[in-house]
């Protein structure tokens, strides 16, 4: 480090400095590191000799120490190769070369990738981003926003959800319903992962959309679509239900999303609720965005009048991977989703397991079974991978049954959505789009700027938006007012306590989906 200061060059310093942290690390693991003794001359050639003798296992070392240093967890990737080639020597430019490495224009997917990385390694060096930070309140930049608001994707994974609640209620036997509870989730799970590198906007408070099923309006469910899309535990042809679902994000802070549904299907009906916060926290090179739930449950009345009540207890976590250039970059799901059922006494749990060493080996793989609730009795094993087939075992006999089945077109379905789809299967009234405070109305100039890739249009939609939500909230604080929410109450009698279930109000339904009503929401 005495020579940074014989350094002027700005890129110099940095890799001085880049050395003596890789020979701090390379120190700690018993590796031989070699520097020049003397100050960088204008065309720089650095050696860096390691002993040919490297471990895999002294290199997960090494790795996983990176993380614990901010500096390291935005290295280039010029850092590796001094790892992995010892010889030749490096000879590094003059001048700082662009980071990420320039690449292909007609590779608009790594085009993009650069652009986000730069902005990251922007607000990393400036110390807006550490490393361990909790992403929820921190203002991205543009660059970085998927062209939808989370209040929409929580409305398309509720709608997929509701639009498989008949394969349940079609089921003859309680295990069979739980393995249809299971499949059903990982289905509306598996469509709606994001991609690695971005995320959807925030919602504003308020923020409310609502959809329904094709056929709503007659009550009638009936077979249609591709039977794929479905998950007809018993082997019975798939039947959509007729349904209707809404979502209001009830809390900004916390981030608070909470979603409903209900519906009807094979002589008997659902009842769908749900509460999230989805907090996001960067860890260096992957962002990991764990999923916390209040009161998530699904009520299944069935044709007898017997009625069911699944609790959902845990969700997996969505981690983006490589962010920063290190290995892969891929999105995916990883932790448990843990379903318990006190009724028939049945609890299921599916495991995703997350890739290997940065996204090596195979990705999205699962694993899980039933068993009973009290007493742990194995009753089926789950297994296989959720971008193509996951099938469960009933035990005793090893009988198999499709929990997930194969898309028909043999492809794996994707693992990153980059978008909404352009044609929804469900029905988003057209009345509600004219709302205030729907998505597509809130986020209306900060989409089409994204679509266009118009990056400074974008920041300004996105600075426009949140300074008003900024001055709303100072005018309710003078005023000392309290946000109403307007479909759903918590489940509680303390003054303020949001991280709670979230009810339906009476009547919540009918108003959200009667286009004689009056705009339900709060003008902005």
């Known amino acids: 480090l005495s020579s940074s200061s014989a350094a002027s060059d700005v890129y110099k310093r940095q890799h001085l400095f880049l050395y003596t942290r890789v020979g701090c690390l390379l120190s700690a693991s018993s590796f031989s590191l070699s520097l020049p003794s003397t100050p960088l001359s204008p065309s720089p050639s650095l050696p860096l000799s390691l002993s040919p003798s490297l471990s895999l296992s002294l290199s997960l070392s090494l790795f996983s120490l990176l993380p614990l240093s901010l500096s390291s967890s935005c290295l280039p990737s010029r850092f590796f190769s001094y790892i992995a080639s010892p010889s030749p020597p490096v000879s590094l430019p003059s001048t700082p070369a662009p980071f990420p490495p320039a690449m292909s224009a007609a590779d608009e997917r790594s085009s993009h990738l650069a652009t986000v990385r730069k902005e990251l390694v922007q607000m990393i060096s400036s110390g807006q981003l550490t490393s361990g930070a909790n992403l929820t309140s921190f203002a991205l930049p543009a660059s970085l926003m998927l062209p939808f608001s989370t209040s929409?994707?929580?409305?398309?994974?509720?709608?997929?959800?509701?639009?498989?609640?008949?394969?349940?209620?079609?089921?003859?036997?309680?295990?069979?319903?739980?393995?249809?509870?299971?499949?059903?989730?990982?289905?509306?799970?598996?469509?709606?992962?994001?991609?690695?590198?971005?995320?959807?906007?925030?919602?504003?408070?308020?923020?409310?959309?609502?959809?329904?099923s094709s056929d709503a309006q007659s009550g009638e469910a009936q077979p249609q679509g591709d039977s794929s899309s479905l998950s007809p535990v018993s082997g019975q042809k798939p039947v959509r239900p007729s349904w209707r679902a809404l979502v209001e994000q009830v809390s900004h802070h916390p981030p608070i999303t909470a979603a409903a549904a209900e519906g009807q299907s094979h002589g008997g009906s659902f009842r769908l609720a749900v509460s999230t916060i989805a907090v996001p926290t960067f860890c260096g090179n992957y962002v990991e965005v764990s999923m916390k739930i209040f009161g998530s449950r699904m009520e299944f009345t069935l044709p007898?009048?017997?009625?069911e009540i699944y609790v959902i207890t845990s969700l997996p976590s969505v981690y983006l991977r490589g962010v920063m250039g290190m290995g892969a970059s891929f999105c995916e799901w990883a932790g448990e989703l843990r379903v318990e059922c006190e009724a028939i006494g049945l609890?299921?749990?599916?495991?995703?397991?997350?890739?290997?060493?940065?996204?090596?080996?195979?990705?999205h793989l699962v694993s899980g079974s039933v068993k009973a609730l009290h007493g742990n009795m194995k009753l089926s094993d789950i297994s296989g991978d959720w971008t193509r087939k996951v099938v469960a075992k009933i035990l005793p006999g090893g009988e198999e049954v499709e929990l997930l089945p194969a898309p028909e077109n043999g492809e794996a379905r994707p693992a990153e959505m980059f978008k909404l789809p352009t044609e929804l299967p469900y029905v988003v009234p057209a009345h509600s789009r004219q709302w205030e405070r729907h998505p597509e109305t809130v986020w209306r100039d900060l989409t089409a700027a994204l679509l266009a890739k118009d990056w400074n249009t974008a920041r300004a939609a996105k600075a426009t938006v949140e300074q008003g939500r900024r001055e709303e909230r100072k005018a309710m604080t003078q005023a000392s007012e309290q946000w109403e929410t307007v479909f759903f109450r918590p489940d509680t009698q303390k003054q303020g306590d949001?991280?709670?279930?979230?009810?339906?109000?009476?009547?919540?339904?009918?108003?959200?989906?009667?286009?004689?009503?009056?705009?339900?929401?709060?003008?902005?």
């Open 152 to 212: 929409s994707l929580t409305l398309h994974a509720s709608a997929l959800e509701a639009d498989g609640m008949g394969s349940v209620l079609g089921q003859p036997d309680p295990l069979r319903r739980m393995l249809a509870v299971l499949g059903n989730k990982m289905r509306a799970t598996s469509s709606t992962l994001t991609a690695s590198m971005m995320k959807p906007y925030n919602p504003i408070i308020g923020e409310v959309c609502i959809a329904h």
């Open 347 to 363: 609890v299921g749990s599916i495991i995703y397991k997350p890739a290997g060493f940065f996204g090596r080996g195979e990705r």
């Open 304 to 307: 007898n009048g017997d009625i």
């Open 498 to 524: 949001v991280s709670v279930p979230w009810l339906v109000r009476e009547g919540a339904f009918d108003r959200a989906f009667d286009p004689n009503e009056k705009q339900p929401c709060k003008p902005l």
